[in-house]
């Protein structure tokens, strides 16, 4: 699974090591040695990243690095892939929270997402340098996790407007539209311009967005911003309508 934004792991500032190892929590340590690890992936890659680049971008030993993480180099990248993913769901829950209907919910999301990607310098490097460390994990049933742990963490933020197997739909096509820009962009496409998103998802998603869950049990048309969907039922009407009168006329 790719790691979301470098600028959201920041550890203590670091320490003077002259009168010995540097007395630290447990967290704070890890946090410094993810961002040590970062930095270092940001400017070389994985590949040559040693864990004695690691120490010294956290300003550790060798030592303190094993301690903390017992497994060597594997359990640090292990960490940062970890920490990084939370820090991008983190993210994009705040800003898909906030949102008041399937439209916006959908514009925050798609466009949170992107700027995350797009914006993380250890990411970027491993895409110009080393991709198939990324695209690998963007293959076949690898793909299929990705969308299923995405899908899980952000069908609830559409459920408070759609159904469960709707929103299950919409996510998953969300995510699909995302990944599909991010590793094949598009000129006049970028989805980090929430206003290209909005009419992305006007003209693409809104459209089959189907109905709207409310407490009583009945079913309506989600709200969305700009009447998007009401737009198109009512091209979906005419449309018809000349439909049936040329069926009359004939």
Do not use: N
Request: hydrophobic share 45%; charged share 25%; net charge positive.
């Amino acid at each position: 699974m790719s790691v979301a934004p470098l600028e959201l792991v920041r550890g203590p500032g670091a320490a003077d090591l002259s009168g010995g190892e540097p007395a630290a929590s447990a967290t704070g340590a890890r946090m410094r040695v993810v961002d040590g690890a970062l930095s270092c992936i940001a400017r070389q890659g994985v590949a040559k990243t040693t864990l004695d680049d690691v120490a010294r971008a956290a300003r550790y030993s060798r030592a303190t690095v094993y301690r903390v993480f017992p497994g060597g180099k594997d359990a640090v990248l292990g960490a940062v892939v970890d920490t990084e993913v939370s820090s991008f769901f983190s993210a994009l829950a705040l800003r898909m929270g906030a949102a008041t209907d399937v439209e916006d919910v959908l514009v925050a999301g798609m466009t949170e997402a992107a700027t995350r990607v797009t914006e993380h310098r250890a990411l970027r490097y491993l895409l110009e340098h080393e991709p198939e460390l990324v695209l690998s994990q963007l293959a076949f049933a690898r793909m299929d996790q990705v969308l299923a742990v995405t899908c899980a963490f952000t069908t609830p933020f559409l459920g408070r407007w759609l159904d469960q197997a709707e929103a299950r739909r919409v996510a998953e096509w969300a995510a699909r539209i995302v990944v599909s820009y991010l590793l094949c962009p598009a000129d006049g496409v970028d989805l980090t311009d929430a206003r290209q998103v909005r009419r992305l998802v006007r003209l693409f998603v809104l459209p089959g967005v189907h109905a709207l869950r409310v407490p009583e049990g009945g079913m309506r048309r989600a709200p969305v911003a700009g009447g998007s969907v009401r737009r198109a039922d009512r091209s979906l009407q005419s449309s018809r309508a000349r439909l049936t009168t040329k069926g009359e006329a004939s």
